[in-house]
């Protein structure tokens, strides 16, 4: 919980940086989904509506093409491809890698994508 001083020093912080936010952006939620973001936003120690426009613009300036995911998903896409030959019991040449690795980057972004979206599907319900 912040105490008072705290509050007047975020005042001053806002008063600072010269910009007044004058407009509203509002949505409905239930009583546990708004539980869910209380509990979220005092994680990050602020309160709702902070925690709220911090999550908003980050999602709303955030690019589709996710340079650090992208990498995760290529470093997958090379380990799993590594690994079948290693399993089968099957030698891994410099070349077979350097082939590897260049079809991971032609590919990545690709599969970075629809793995994104396999998520956005979940998270849709599976459709």
């Not at 009583?31 to 509506?49: P, V």
């Not at 099957?90 to 032609?106: D, F, G, L, Q, Y």
């Not at 990545?108 to 396999?118: F, P, Y």
């Amino acid at each position: 919980m912040k105490t008072t001083l705290g509050l007047v020093e975020n005042l001053d912080h806002r008063q600072k940086i010269g910009t007044r936010r004058t407009e509203t952006v509002g949505t409905r939620v239930t009583a546990s989904e708004e539980k869910e973001l209380l509990l979220a936003a005092r994680r990050n120690g602020r309160n709702l509506s902070e925690w709220a426009r911090e999550v908003l613009l980050r999602e709303a300036r955030r690019s589709d093409d996710d340079a650090v995911f992208t990498e995760i998903v290529a470093t997958r896409m090379l380990l799993v491809n590594l690994i079948k030959p290693l399993i089968l019991g099957k030698p891994v040449t410099s070349e077979w890698i350097t082939e590897a690795m260049s079809a991971v980057r032609r590919e990545k972004r690709r599969a970075a994508q629809e793995v994104m979206q396999q998520y956005t599907d979940d998270a849709k319900g599976g459709r």
